[in-house]
């Protein structure tokens, strides 16, 4: 039980990168129509920092991912979007509360249009709107939700988004819980997917990280055998993607005035190549330049 909390731990930041580095096709897959709207010629900004000064109360011991996007539209309006995902494999009796007061403080603060999106990662029931009543006093609010375990697994392998992959990681995930024999053979379906899909080498790359992370094995037999399957098949399609990354990554984080970013990336990249759990981007943060150079070594000696 004590590896499933781990797992669980770092599903949030999974989708946060995830979300960030696919987000026009994360937008296609659960609002089609609006990504329809939006001009990705003038870019998009995720507000973190502007997100994490709305104070809104959590609920203790409770995972999310909260992302608010600016983007623009093609007739010129600018449209900011509230991303509210639920990492959380359980229900949760104050979500559409927490919903409904993230949208209220973001439109006092900003008084700009949102759009707010609830995803569900959990086999989720009952109705997801905040209503309030007192005295003939009413408020029904309503905002955009999908489960990803309505979602048709057929639907989802058909399709050309590569964000369909993120969602079929999930519902493996479910599916399998732990047992890690249905694990490694979901993870396995998945990667070969990835490749077969034609996705680009930075889609590539960002899917990789949340199909290892989402579809965790704890087993370092199937971890090596999953890495021989990508090897295999990286080989055989000249797409030395995934397995290029840990001898590139570590051989530049040995390069003399590497950006600190970059250096950090690179250990993180080595401990997911190797199995490991992936540190805390903050906690690496705190870490001197020779402190990083020095991790990294000890992966690369590994």
Not at 7 to 15: A, H, K, P, T
Request: aromatic share 12%.
């Amino acid at each position: 039980m004590k590896k499933t909390k781990e797992y669980n731990s770092c599903f949030d930041e999974l989708w946060k990168n995830v979300i960030e580095n696919l987000f026009r096709n994360f937008l296609f897959l659960f609002l089609p129509e609006l990504g329809a709207m939006v001009n990705f010629s003038r870019g998009y900004d995720f507000l973190d920092k502007e997100l994490q000064k709305i104070d809104v109360p959590l609920r203790k011991g409770k995972k999310f991912v909260d992302k608010l996007v600016k983007v623009h539209l093609e007739n010129g309006q600018e449209k900011w979007i509230l991303l509210h995902i639920e990492v959380q494999g359980q229900s949760a009796v104050d979500f559409n509360e927490r919903m409904f007061i993230y949208f209220y403080r973001i439109f006092d603060k900003y008084k700009k249009k949102i759009v707010c999106l609830g995803i569900i990662t959990y086999p989720a029931k009952g109705t997801f709107e905040y209503r309030y009543e007192f005295f003939n006093t009413r408020i029904v609010y309503q905002y955009n939700i999908a489960k990803i375990e309505e979602m048709k697994e057929e639907e989802l392998l058909k399709s050309s988004n590569p964000f369909a992959l993120v969602c079929l990681a999930v519902k493996y995930g479910n599916a399998a819980k732990d047992d890690k024999e249905l694990r490694f053979k979901f993870k396995r379906k998945l990667i070969r997917l990835m490749y077969e899909k034609g996705n680009s080498r930075e889609e590539i790359l960002a899917l990789f990280e949340f199909i290892d992370g989402a579809l965790e094995l704890h087993d370092e037999v199937l971890g090596m055998k999953i890495m021989e399957e990508i090897e295999k098949i990286e080989e055989k399609e000249t797409m030395p993607y995934v397995t290029s990354i840990e001898r590139l990554g570590i051989k530049k984080g040995m390069e003399k005035g590497m950006e600190k970013g970059e250096l950090i990336g690179d250990i993180r990249v080595a401990q997911l190549m190797k199995g490991l759990p992936m540190s805390d981007k903050k906690e690496l943060e705190e870490l001197s330049m020779d402190d990083l150079k020095s991790k990294l070594k000890e992966l690369s000696d590994k």
